[in-house]
């Protein structure tokens, strides 16, 4: 990790690599050839040589669910000058979102990405809107230079996850 970015990582933040629910990861207008997991999945994600690609037009939809409940405090998105997001839209805990209906929801934070962004460096988000995070929506709605075809090279979602009680572990007390 560069200094940079360390320093807008604290302590307790991690990579929520591990906590994603890849059964359920989906991405809406990617091309074939150059997917999500190009982006998101450790390897692949740290190779300069691939990334993900929209297919039809500049737009993506990522639909992220993580296996248990996590808190959400910064994201790093890397791309290209041209071709990286600008806009990105984040909503916590938005299931079945489209093209069609993700402009229904306010979203959770809303982050314009510059030059200084794309280059990996994170972005804190509203931390308060992320604290019980069962699942992430990314809608990146368009690129730098407003091209048909938007290019990421890696997502990374720091935070934390959210202690729970395990209720079957628990043992009822007896009234005497």
């Not at 910064?74 to 000058?81: L, T």
């Not at 990996?120 to 988000?125: A, E, S």
């Amino acid at each position: 990790m560069s200094a940079e970015s360390a320093t807008a990582i604290q302590r307790n933040q991690a990579d929520l690599l591990d906590f994603i629910d890849w059964t359920g990861v989906e991405c809406l207008n990617q091309s074939t050839s150059q997917s999500l997991a190009n982006a998101l999945k450790q390897g692949y994600r740290e190779d300069d040589g691939l990334h993900l690609e929209s297919d039809a037009d500049e737009q993506l939809l990522i639909y992220i669910p993580f296996t248990q409940v996590i808190k959400l405090h910064s994201i790093a998105i890397k791309g290209p000058e041209e071709e990286g997001p600008k806009t990105v839209k984040l909503f916590s805990n938005k299931e079945h979102m489209g093209f069609s209906n993700v402009n229904d929801f306010p979203p959770s934070d809303t982050v314009a990405l510059s030059s200084d962004n794309l280059k990996g460096k994170p972005i804190v988000l509203k931390y308060v809107k992320f604290q019980n995070v069962r699942s992430l929506t990314i809608f990146i709605e368009d690129n730098q230079s407003g091209s048909e075809i938007t290019k990421v090279q890696k997502i990374v979602l720091y935070g934390s996850t959210v202690e729970t009680t395990d209720m079957k572990g628990l043992k009822k007390i007896e009234d005497h």
